[in-house]
């Protein structure tokens, strides 16, 4: 690996941990987006020192918050991954999955709670709570419509860039 690889990587790294995320995910994540092709969970293993059950069970939780997408390769039994390249289809993907698991849920459900919240509120603390519910339901609404304008614009940045624009 040369150097400027390994720069590369840790700055993806440091990146990741100040999301939170534990070393070896962010290890994997950052080898994964590195590499142009599909690369099989043997061979990050392999590169990152641990078990190939510690790297499947890391890329189950990673799934959950990036676009890899799992490859299968005709005559082999290996599992590979890829990730895509482009920022602007990653940071759309990402936000049209937060909009899916958490903003149109809320939307969807969060009236009727409010609405039986208030009903059952008998006392100050539970009519403050009913508050907050309803304050925490405009701003999903004013978030959803910011995300919907930026899913536009990054669209609109998509086509430019499919156009040479």
Known sequence: MIQAEKDAMKLFDNIGRGYGMDPLISNIISIIYLEPEPICLDEIAKRTGYSLASISNKIKQIELFTPIT???KPGSKKCYLYMEKEMF??????????????????????????????????????KKKVKILEQYYKDV????TIMS???????GLEWLKRNQL
């Open 70 to 72: 799992r490859v299968r």
């Open 89 to 126: 289809k990653v940071f759309k993907s990402q936000m049209r999955k937060h909009r899916e698991v958490k903003i149109v849920p809320l939307k969807t459900h969060l009236p009727s709670i409010i609405k039986d919240y208030k009903k059952q509120a008998k006392t100050d603390k539970d």
């Open 141 to 144: 609404e004013k978030f959803d």
């Open 149 to 155: 304008n930026m899913l536009k614009k990054l669209e």
